[in-house]
């Protein structure tokens, strides 16, 4: 496979999720209290969102990276 076509359809990919998901959710671990040995952590979910204009974009990429992998062949 040509570079030119894998890294649109890993873009096409990365475009799906995207339209899917809408954001990217992760959990953190924080310290509270530091009192020698009395520790207390939370956890704390943050999320990373994801525009549609990111999918939007790396979706119009991907179709034009496959369709000039195409070219060049």
């Known amino acids: 496979m040509k570079p030119y076509t ?3 359809i890993f ?7 995207a339209f899917g998901y809408q954001g990217i ?3 953190t671990k924080e310290k509270i209290i530091d ?3 009395l520790q207390m952590t939370a956890e704390k ?3 990373l969102p994801l525009s549609p204009i990111v ?3 790396a979706l119009v990429g991907g179709i034009a990276l496959l369709v ?6």
């Open 25 to 27: 959710n992760y959990t």
């Open 35 to 37: 009192l020698g040995p």
């Open 45 to 47: 979910t943050n999320t």
């Open 68 to 73: 000039l992998g195409q070219k060049k062949s």
């Open 11 to 17: 873009l096409i990919i990365i475009a799906v999720a």
């Open 6 to 8: 894998i890294i649109g």
């Open 55 to 57: 999918g939007g974009i």
